[in-house]
């Protein structure tokens, strides 16, 4: 067919909180598709058959028809291309490994081929390259060109896999995420905060705020470890510290062969070399420990008969056990060492060089230890082993197997004993058992080794048994089944009076004894304390309020713009204001040109009203109180006048209200519960009655009592000097 105009990207905006597609994080791209206007997907011969043939995934796409096939329904019947780019785009980052599924796309106006299109992503820069792969691809498929997709995926993949979280704290984040524990990625690696403000943990990997340095100096330390273990009636292998390869045949004659030779420092088993017979086989070995361990420091032991295994502690429990077993190749009398490796072993689909493979490619002739372990056969990895001959590649290696459920009971107490004499909180616990469901002391078996940041995936995905979900038992060991690492956030919206009105909620909250953050148009500030912004946006400064150890509630005023080009700063609030509909002639330049659309930006802060919070709306705009049906918790509504309809239809179903009641000079402040007048509070001259109103029913959402706020509209200062601390 002829050449189409392109698809043009007009503009990419990452929206990095709840915003007006989703309460997640999505790319927010706006389109325009130009001549394919005219040509719905029914209208492009070909199409169909090109897109679901290089693309078999979007079969399971759902779309608008809510069920497996859905989206391909849709381009069969015809649908446009900015909706086809949509579903392109999020196929592309699944095949990358980045599993999304939320996308949608929006006309900007009638006929204009303009649209706007959103779809998640969990990390901006592999969601940005698929929008460009995904143009491309569509585009090659409409004029029926040539796509090379395996180079394409190959390249986000590795963006997934150098940008995004590493599979161990993605499965705990995971975890988190499933108990509605919010979390923050703090670096480009593994560093994560679960949970806002004081209420925050913090993960590395497998390490935790509440592992002790002290603990982790000590498990580094391989003898000092074991002179703790021994002491505390743990088995370990009798052991002696060598700085030379004659000290170490020394050692291992005093000791008995066979013996085992590991790095004083090292870790992840490098280095490692077992059951060494001979001093020549000795002094090798003694040779690759220190050049792995990166010290003249090498530990010599007894060897323990039996199987590797790595058994799992999290706080005083044990929550998963893997065992290790022995690599072998077969000879067939014409392929090398290297060759069978290749062909016997790493065919095997679970090995890969990438960080979520649960076994490694094995390589006989890079690896020291496979090295070594072939010279003590007499061979190198260039050797070609006789056809039927079994070679010993690497023994013990790969604790890949799951056997958590035949772990004895005895052996369980001794791992968590382990632990606990290092002191860590989460442990890695290596030990060689010949048979992991009878007592060590029954088979001669020893505790080898006690790791501080222990690898999870051989839990998460062992080569053999059931997964175990090692990340659920990190969160509840980090949070009690009562908490949510979430701390009291209120949230404002709205035009007028939302500055005042968050001012007067943080004085509120700050009275009540809380250290309490507010961001607003008049600044950052930390308990009443004026901080800079040093050129952060806004969402990045309500951020700042989240990461604050300090911080044990918050308040977050955000306009219309803000949700527009950021999102807001914060996934659930406890308290969600909203104070008018207006002014929706700003925000021209985003296609917001009617109350009824600003209506759908304001709405995002009572989506995120968590279901256990309270929604506070102006019952004196019509649009606002429409957010009620919104809310999944509570409303309250507040007005100027008691004779409002939607204050006296809430007063009637027995719910809670505060409104202005005309009396005096200034009237007064009633907070009433259905027909129940809870307090009467004199109303401030200083103070907008609107914005007064909203910050009481705020506080009152908040539990906070009438006398406290009382207090804190008499101590509340509208006009404070604005100055840094």
Request: aromatic share 4%; charged share 25%; net charge negative.
């Amino acid at each position: 067919m002829t050449k189409k105009k392109d698809i043009e990207i007009l503009r990419v905006t990452h929206l990095r909180g709840p915003n007006i597609w989703t309460y997640r994080p999505v790319i927010e791209a706006w389109l325009d598709i130009g001549e394919l206007e005219k040509f719905p997907s029914n209208l492009l011969p070909g199409l169909y058959e090109r897109l679901t043939a290089i693309l078999p995934g979007l079969i399971v796409h759902r779309c608008g028809v809510g069920e497996v096939g859905g989206f391909l329904e849709r381009l069969r019947d015809g649908t446009y291309a900015g909706h086809i780019l949509e579903h392109v785009v999020l196929e592309l980052q699944n095949l990358a490994g980045m599993k999304t599924g939320f996308g949608k796309t929006r006309e900007i106006g009638e006929d204009t081929g303009l649209y706007k299109m959103a779809f998640r992503t969990r990390q901006e820069q592999v969601g940005r390259a698929a929008l460009e792969a995904g143009r491309d691809l569509l585009m090659a498929m409409i004029e029926d060109r040539p796509y090379d997709l395996a180079a394409k995926v190959a390249e986000l993949t590795d963006m997934v896999e150098s940008l995004c979280l590493g599979p161990s704290t993605a499965n705990i984040v995971d975890a988190a995420t499933d108990r509605k524990i919010p979390s923050i990625r703090l670096t480009d690696g593994n560093l994560v905060q679960l949970g806002h403000g004081a209420a925050q943990r913090r993960i590395w990997t497998a390490e935790t705020e509440q592992t002790s340095a002290i603990a982790e100096g000590i498990a580094s330390d391989k003898d000092l470890t074991k002179s703790l273990l021994a002491s505390c009636g743990v088995p370990v292998p009798q052991g002696e510290l060598v700085t030379s390869a004659e000290a170490a045949w020394e050692a291992a004659e005093d000791i008995g062969v066979p013996v085992v030779l590991k790095p004083y420092d090292g870790n992840h088993g490098r280095g490692v070399s077992l059951n060494l017979m001979t001093r020549s086989d000795v002094t090798a070995a003694y040779e690759l420990a220190a050049r792995k361990g990166g010290s003249k420091s090498v530990i010599v032991e007894r060897f323990i008969p039996g199987d590797e295994h790595r058994l799992l502690v999290v706080g005083k429990r044990l929550i998963a056990a893997a065992a290790g077993e022995s690599l072998w190749v077969t000879g067939d009398g014409k392929s090398n060492i290297l060759e069978l490796c290749n062909t016997q072993i790493n065919t095997d689909p679970r090995r890969g060089e990438v960080e979520d493979a649960p076994l490694g490619v094995v390589k006989p002739h890079e690896s020291g230890e496979i090295i070594l372990e072939l010279a003590r056969q007499g061979m190198t990895w260039e050797s070609v082993p006789l056809a039927t001959q079994k070679v010993l590649i690497q023994p013990n290696g790969n604790v890949a197997t799951d056997v958590t459920d035949k772990v004895h009971p005895q052996v369980a107490a001794m791992a968590t004993l382990a632990a606990r004499v290092v002191g860590l909180d989460i442990a890695g616990i290596d030990l060689v058992a010949s048979d992991i469901s009878r007592p060590l002391h029954e088979q001669g078996g020893a505790i080898i080794e006690v790791n501080a940041s222990p690898g999870l995936l051989a839990h998460l995905k062992p080569a053999n048994g059931e997964p175990r979900n090692v990340g659920e038992a990190i969160v509840d060991h980090l949070f009690a089944q009562d908490e949510s690492g979430r701390m009291p956030i209120v949230g404002i919206t709205g035009k007028h009076g939302t500055t005042m009105a968050s001012r007067l909620i943080a004085w509120l909250l700050q009275i009540s004894g809380k250290k309490v953050g507010l961001t607003c148009a008049d600044g950052l500030f930390v308990n009443g304390r004026l901080l800079p912004r040093d050129g952060f946006s806004d969402w990045e400064t309500g951020e700042r309020l989240l990461l604050n150890k300090n911080v044990e509630a918050a308040v977050f005023e955000s306009n219309a713009r803000m949700i527009l080009t950021e999102g807001l700063a914060y996934d659930k609030c406890a308290v969600g204001v909203v104070t008018d509909v207006s002014d929706f002639e700003e925000l021209s330049e985003f296609h917001i040109g009617s109350a009824d659309k600003l209506y759908g930006v304001l709405r995002t802060q009572v989506d995120v009203i968590l279901p256990s919070g309270v929604a506070v709306l102006n019952a004196a705009d019509e649009q606002v109180v429409d957010m009620a049906r919104l809310c999944d918790g509570e409303v309250i509504f507040y007005g100027v006048d008691e004779h409002l309809p939607a204050i006296a239809a809430h007063r009637q179903d027995s719910e809670r209200v505060v409104f202005h009641r005309q009396g005096g000079d200034t009237g007064c402040i009633v907070m009433a519960k259905g027909h129940d007048e809870v307090a009467s509070l004199p109303l401030s001259p200083l103070v907008p009655p609107e914005a007064v109103l909203a910050a009481i029913a705020a506080g009152w959402a908040l539990g906070l009592t009438p006398d406290l706020i009382g207090a804190g509209l008499r101590t509340f200062d509208a006009n404070p000097k604005r100055t840094h601390h």
